[in-house]
């Protein structure tokens, strides 16, 4: 098999990146909840929820 | 989102999760004292994301009592995912472990109930407050606590339901009694990390 270099010090570092923007998102998200209409967020809340129990039946 | 004394009352469109929850509380609480605690009260919440299960705590109620809850699940298309025998259900419940319940013939979600066993378990039960949606109603333990246990927790998902619970409701918590938990479940770090960061 050919042999790879694998950089473990970026793949780390991009983990520590994702997660940072993982708890970005997370803080604008429930920023938007606070200051936008159930109807507005709750849509969009119920098409990714239904969509993936709709997955999961099949 | 509505903060009262009490109650948040939501005006989004029910999920097909919320659906589920609904028709089975509406059994159990015929049956027993509950609280939902966890994941799904930030999913009610309106964090973006999907859960395979809803925690609920119930009060330690008689056999006879949950032969009767066991038959009124049954009754209304609803299994055990984890045995079918009542006696059996029953003492894995005593055993303080957790039994799932889901629309026949399905695994998710499911609802998994506990009694409680821990000081924090039997505060989430006394300590509640109400979710309205609609003509229907969830009662859910303490938002400060369940923070402060999310944040024990420590997984990614865990301590992203936290800082989401905490920013939806932060106007509204009471802050004492958030501090007490992160204090006793000793999360001070983790809460100057991603709660009171600005």
Same mark, same amino acid.
């Given at each position: 098999?050919?042999?790879?270099?694998?950089?473990?010090?970026?793949?780390?570092?991009?983990?520590?990146?994702?997660?940072?923007?993982?708890?970005?998102?997370?803080?604008?998200?429930?920023?938007?909840?606070?200051?936008?209409?159930?109807?507005?967020?709750?849509?969009?809340?119920?098409?990714?929820?239904?969509?993936?129990?709709?997955?999961?039946?099949? | 989102?509505?903060?009262?004394?009490?109650?948040?009352?939501?005006?989004?469109?029910?999920?097909?999760?919320?659906?589920?929850?609904?028709?089975?509380?509406?059994?159990?609480?015929?049956?027993?004292?509950?609280?939902?605690?966890?994941?799904?009260?930030? =999913?009610?919440?309106?964090?973006?994301?999907?859960?395979?299960?809803?925690?609920?705590?119930?009060?330690?109620?008689?056999?006879?009592?949950?032969?009767?809850?066991? +038959?009124?699940?049954?009754? #209304?298309? &609803?299994?055990?995912?984890?045995?079918?025998?009542?006696?059996?259900?029953?003492?894995?419940?005593?055993?303080?472990? +957790?039994?799932?319940?889901?629309?026949?013939?399905?695994?998710?979600? #499911?609802?998994?109930?506990? &009694?409680?066993?821990?000081?924090?378990?039997?505060?989430?039960?006394?300590?509640?407050?109400? =979710?309205?949606?609609?003509?229907?109603?969830?009662?859910?333990?303490?938002?400060?606590?369940?923070?402060?246990?999310?944040?024990?927790?420590?997984?990614?998902?865990?301590?992203?339901?936290? =800082?989401?619970?905490?920013?939806?409701?932060?106007?509204?918590?009471?802050?004492?009694?958030?501090?007490?938990?992160?204090?006793?479940?000793?999360?001070?770090?983790?809460?100057?990390?991603?709660?009171?960061?600005?």
């Amino acid at each position: 098999m050919e042999k790879i270099r694998i950089n473990l010090t970026k793949i780390d570092e991009l983990k520590k990146k994702n997660i940072k923007d993982r708890l970005w998102f997370v803080r604008y998200w429930a920023n938007y909840v606070r200051t936008h209409p159930d109807k507005e967020w709750g849509g969009q809340q119920k098409v990714l929820i239904d969509s993936a129990l709709k997955g999961a039946k099949k | 989102m509505k903060f009262q004394e009490g109650k948040i009352i939501l005006k989004k469109p029910l999920t097909e999760l919320d659906e589920f929850a609904i028709s089975i509380i509406k059994i159990i609480c015929r049956h027993a004292k509950y609280a939902v605690v966890s994941g799904y009260v930030a =999913i009610l919440l309106g964090r973006s994301r999907v859960s395979e299960d809803i925690d609920l705590f119930i009060e330690e109620i008689s056999f006879k009592k949950f032969k009767q809850l066991f +038959s009124d699940l049954e009754k #209304n298309e &609803f299994w055990f995912v984890n045995g079918d025998d009542a006696t059996e259900l029953y003492s894995i419940l005593k055993d303080n472990s +957790s039994i799932r319940i889901a629309v026949h013939g399905r695994g998710v979600p #499911n609802v998994e109930i506990k &009694f409680p066993s821990e000081e924090t378990d039997f505060y989430s039960l006394n300590n509640t407050f109400r =979710i309205i949606l609609g003509k229907n109603e969830i009662i859910a333990g303490s938002l400060e606590l369940n923070i402060a246990y999310k944040l024990r927790l420590g997984s990614q998902k865990d301590i992203e339901d936290a =800082i989401h619970m905490f920013e939806v409701s932060k106007e509204h918590l009471n802050m004492e009694t958030l501090s007490y938990f992160i204090k006793k479940l000793k999360m001070e770090n983790r809460a100057a990390e991603h709660l009171w960061k600005k």
